[in-house]
């Protein structure tokens, strides 16, 4: 095997002042040899600048796929974070430039760059950014107001809003396990470096245990975690999340702008999606563009030939790596032709990449799959006048989200990054989680788009949550994996708490016993379902703990519910001629 040629970068470290004078810790990696000006790629991020990178003066970046491409490398601490001066704040809003004296993540990437334009010698005077999570939002917020040398970015599984979905919320629900573990881990140490000293290995029971979400601040954080003070504080859709959210701010890609997504993204899944919506309602230059894959978070960095059980015969990483490469050295190098698709999009199930002009494809036609009140589906409405599904919903014995032991979200062993993925046989017989089957496909079903569940639901409670999945149930018998024998594969899956039906900003009771429609969005998808499989839809109303338990009795503030608001009640399914209940799939 041929020994590979080092990639060799100078290193060096500097503090660069901002408009406030505020100083941010900046690693600077150039290469040693190089044949003329060069762009400069740049990542800004809250989990330590170059941390990944040797302590020396010179290193071989072989490894880096940027590193024998001729690029200066910077990586920087954000302000508050690790090395960097300044405060924190979780999702930093970007202001209105006009604003004086503003400081937000936006004028701190282009105080950056006019920093690195005028004093890194041997640049080209073009800059790119990218990033993965709080670096892909990063990412997006330097774009807003660009300095002129930004040229391109790659906002890469970017947190959107954290109401209506990623980290924190999904349509109002709050996200327990992750909203307690992340912010303690963001907002108790400078470095990140402390985790939640939970006792045990199995964390299921001892957020059970924790009861009412009062218990947070009186028993552990004692009013020292500022996230989880703002989701005490504003526990609907209110100016603060309003104001906080990037669909405010940024309404087109004001430089060419590469969203990449994962549909298996257990953080940030509805971020790039929303996103890429938003700005192309008004992409007059052509320059949004967007990569979905069959991915957990930041998946598309490594090995993703699966995930979990689910094999993908080829890496997918590999196209998506030659993409970004190919995109930046044309805006940044002016190699290539410039010639990008709209959307590139891995077609699971068929297992290729797809791409497509336009997003959601025009050519394919929206058809209603029903569930029907014998617990089938079927594409033909049900015909009996009267009819429904039911099932009792308890919070003191909520459905797991995963099958157990559920980890600490970054604890050993643990199983949070490949769970939306996870096998659902695990609930599928539970008496609370509703389960409706198609026969077997005769021919193969391709599903691309975005997928939406319209529900018509009763409750005997004033309140309560609904989880949909959309599954793909592999054939009873698999000769090639018997292990693989009916697969309960979730192809898309999505919460919503019923409080919200009608806006996210002033919620309002359900009337017990009476009707209520409910739309949730359960994101882009682009899925063969294989002849002799079979199409299922599981419904529930707890997902527990990466959805906080509802207590199922409308009060204003469910993180200040009393042990006793949490009541029992039964959930109904309206299936019927003129209630009927169905999942809109964009079909091919």
Known sequence: MAQQTPALYTVTREMIPMRDGV???????????????????????????????????????SNNRYGKEQYILVYQDIRGKNNSEGEFRMHRPVNDPAQKGTIDESTDTYDTIDWLIKNVKGNNGKVGIHGISYPGFLTLTGSVHPHPALKAVSPQAAMGDLFLGDDFHHNGAFRLSYGFEYSYRMETEK?????????????YDWYLRLGSLKNVNEKYFKGKVPTWNNFVKHPNYDTFWQYDSPLRYLKTAAVPTLHIGGYYDQEDITGPQLIYEQMERSDFQKWNHLVLGPWYHGQWEGKADSIGRIAFTVNTADFYKALELRWFNYYLKGIGDGNFDEVYAFQTGSNQWKSYATWPPKETVIKKLYLQPDRSLSFVKPAAANGAVTYISDPAHPVPYRALPIQATYGPKSRWRTWQAEDQRFVYNRPDVACFVMDSLTEDLTVTGKIIAHLVVSTTGTDADWIVKLIDVYPDTDPTDLE?????????????????????SSPVPMVPGKAATIAID??????????????????????????????QKFIPNIFEAKESDFIKTTQSIRCNSSEPSYIELPVQ
Not at 195 to 201: A, R
């Open 23 to 61: 100083r941010l810790y900046t690693v600077i990696c150039k290469p040693v040899n190089n044949s003329g000006p060069m762009p400069i790629l740049m990542t800004r991020t809250p989990y330590g600048a170059g941390r990944a990178l040797p302590n020396d003066s010179t290193i071989d970046l």
């Open 484 to 504: 693989m024998s009916q697969y309960q594969l979730p192809v898309a899956m999505e919460v919503f708490r019923g409080r919200f039906r009608k806006n996210f």
């Open 522 to 551: 359960l994101h882009m998808i682009n899925h063969t379902f294989k002849k002799g499989h079979r199409v299922m839809v599981q419904v529930q109303s707890t997902w527990f703990p990466v959805i906080d338990r509802n207590p």
């Open 191 to 203: 470095d990140n470096s402390q985790y939640f000293p939970f006792k045990q290995f199995d964390l």
